[in-house]
């Protein structure tokens, strides 16, 4: 199986700050069309998980564009260009690539 | 808009067995993977499993291979979990989501004696 890494594990951010989460694999996710499949989940407390990115780069239908992505081969960050009250909750990166996919163990973010 | 709703979750014993469904609309179900993921009670997401659009591919994690089948009827654009010899390792909440895209609000199992 591929592994995920995240950094960090937790994050407190003022509110209008920006944010970055990092997502480290154990082998490339570049499959063999030329895509990379490693996406990027929000779970808000109580809620289930949402998709934010996928592909490394393309935000999900009506997700603000504060929220980006990016990456390449096995190095991949999530950024929050202005950090808001509503953005709390656990990032998870996910890749699925192979057979099996992998979450990675999540950033829980929260506001100071 | 994709809907998902997860039904068939519950209290069972070790050894038991039980079947979650995953009711869907808002799109071609026929068309799209479909998956299964679960989450342990204060726990990260594990996948659990997927099946392809006609039903004729169907992959499992290594930690419910065996014991678990996952299935489809496209008439009815119904998902089902069939779960054996259940554990307590496989209490969690279960989510269905579309391509790994859309979730619905997962159905709670608890195995517990």
């Known amino acids: 199986d591929i592994v995920m890494t995240q950094t960090p594990l937790s994050l407190s951010v003022t509110p209008g700050q920006p944010a970055s989460i990092s997502c480290k694999t154990s082998?490339?996710?570049?499959?063999?069309?030329?895509?990379?499949?490693l996406y990027w989940y929000l779970q808000k407390p109580g809620q289930r998980p949402k998709l934010l990115i996928y592909?490394?780069?393309n935000r999900f239908s009506g997700v603000p564009d504060r929220f980006s992505g990016s990456g390449s081969g096995t190095d991949f960050t999530l950024k929050i260009s202005r950090v808001e009250a509503e953005d709390v909750g656990v990032y998870y990166c996910?890749?699925?690539?192979?057979?099996?996919?992998?979450f990675g163990p999540g950033t829980r973010v929260d506001i100071k | 808009e994709a809907q998902l709703v997860e039904s068939g979750g519950g209290l069972v014993q070790p050894g038991e067995s039980l079947r979650l469904s995953c009711a869907a609309s808002?799109?071609?179900?026929?068309?799209?993977?479909m998956y299964w993921v679960r989450q342990g009670p204060g726990k990260g997401l594990e996948w659990v499993s997927r099946?392809?659009?006609?039903?004729?591919?169907?992959h499992y994690a290594d930690s419910v291979k065996g014991r678990f089948t996952v299935s489809r009827d496209n008439a009815k654009s119904t998902l089902y979990l069939h779960m054996n010899s259940l554990t307590a390792e496989d209490s969690a909440v279960y989510y269905c989501?579309?391509?790994?895209?859309?979730w619905g609000q997962g159905t709670l199992v608890t195995v517990s004696s």
């Open positions: 989501t579309r391509g790994m895209a859309s």
């Open positions: 808002g799109f071609t179900f026929s068309n799209d993977w």
């Open positions: 099946i392809s659009g006609d039903g004729g591919i169907r």
């Open positions: 082998q490339s996710l570049v499959y063999g069309n030329g895509k990379t499949y």
């Open positions: 592909e490394v780069s």
């Open positions: 996910m890749q699925n690539m192979i057979l099996s996919p992998t």
